[in-house]
């Protein structure tokens, strides 16, 4: 197989870094890597799709573009907010024009209620005003101010080696402390749905660290939780907003990012698989080390196209896809790394004429209980929670599907899903008439579930990845799956890899 790059060699050798993968979190990685002070990097950013980006993927929808995947990121988190800003894009976010909420239960939408820590409960005057639990179920609630609860709820985990005395899922501790209805209906939905997976089987350690330390403390957990730092997510004082985009949609955060990358000579290129990881070979070795000054290469990066030879790579792909590459050459990472599941997401957009909405969307959308039964797990209104999208005349809606465990959607076409979301969104939001346009994207194997013990996976897994000079890992797998702990994956793996090649310029490997 011919190289896919003349490699540098002599005087002019310099370190070359092969990122794999294209999302956001290997662009990141390769931004941290292209803007190092005097570090002199070959960076060659690698991508298996068409596009980048990953699920950042803005589309056109009758003319109008739209995000098709994550539409926002959390602003209390520096690290998306920041990268607009070195990208020159700051002044391009915006929040959205609601920050109304609401969830189906008993039979029709109501308001989220004020006060609430990832979807749990803080106060217990707001949660009753709400209605969304019924007469029993909001007296199991109140029990909890008087501090009183049933015990311990059940730690039995799934971590490495079986149950994780130092972990328990979200949807038991919940249900422990504030009962059945709080957990479906308000937990489950809410950090259920920003991971798509049931809470029953969640890391609080992972997802929620707040609600693992109220419950080790007893008493009342709204009290505890009230008292503490919001969980992720919760919900944020004052004027500040909670979330941002960037104003035409967040895949022109990635073609900003891209375009950057190459004005500062990274190599990006899309269409190049990575079927192998592994030691160059002897002969390919001679070129890139012909000055004594220049450090060998450690790793042979082999696709279609041919092998690039790199002194250090990050791995920036989903655990499956990294799990493959290193199974080879460490089939207990391997093994570790095919422990983490993932969850199918299909997102459905809609255009329908105003008048086709019989009621008025005064909200950022609705989430749904996965009790319900329905498909659709969350509806977001999309011209009302972004005031940039709106068009006289039209709305703009998006229904999300599937959670790990639930992969009805991907036995449906497209023109089956459509018309599912369409019937379930029918009668709470009063629609007549066919939408005008849609369009159907699924991201299968698209979420990560941190199941209870998932830190102590990831803890092993990056025990792992340190017996490999030269490799970092990155990504949504590991610890947290939103924009911002993304590229703040990227940029630690980044740093992780300048370490190495630091290292290696002073002798010490």
Known sequence: MGRAAPEPSGAEATPTVVVVGGGITGLAAAWALATAPAAGIRVVVLESEERLGGKLHSAEIDGQRVDVGPDAFLARRPEARALCGELGLEDELVAPGSRRAYV?????????????????????????????????????????????????????????????????????????????????????????????????????????????AAVGRGGSLMRALRAGAPGPGGGAGGDAPVFLTVRGGLGLLVDRLAAALRARGADVRTHWPVERLGPPDAGNHAAATADARAAPARWAVTGPAGTIDAHAVVLAVPAGAAARLLAPLDARLGEQLREIAYGDVTIVTLRLADDAVGRPLDATGFLVPAEAGWLVT??????????????PGAVLLRASMGRYGDDRAAQLSDDEVVARAVSELRGVLALRGAPTASQVTRWPASFPQYAVGHLARVAAIEAGVARHPGLALGGAALRGVGIPACIGSGRRAAEAVLGHLGAVAQGVR
Do not use: E, N
């Open 378 to 391: 969350a509806s977001t209104w999309l011209s009302s929670k972004w005031p940039q999208l709106r068009r």
């Open 104 to 212: 189906f239960a008993r039979g029709r939408l109501r308001a989220l209620p004020a006060g609430l820590a990832l979807g749990v409960p803080t106060r217990l005057g707001p949660l009753a005003r709400s209605g969304i639990l019924s007469p029993a179920g909001l007296a199991r609630a109140a029990l909890d101010v008087t501090g009183w609860h049933p015990g311990a709820p059940d730690r039995a985990g799934t971590g490495p080696g079986g149950a994780d005395a130092d972990d328990v899922a979200v949807g038991a501790a919940v249900r422990q402390r504030l009962g059945a209805q709080v957990a479906s209906r308000l937990a489950d939905p809410l950090i259920g749905g920003i991971h798509a997976g049931p809470t029953d089987a969640m890391s609080s350690a992972a997802v929620f660290p707040a609600l693992l």
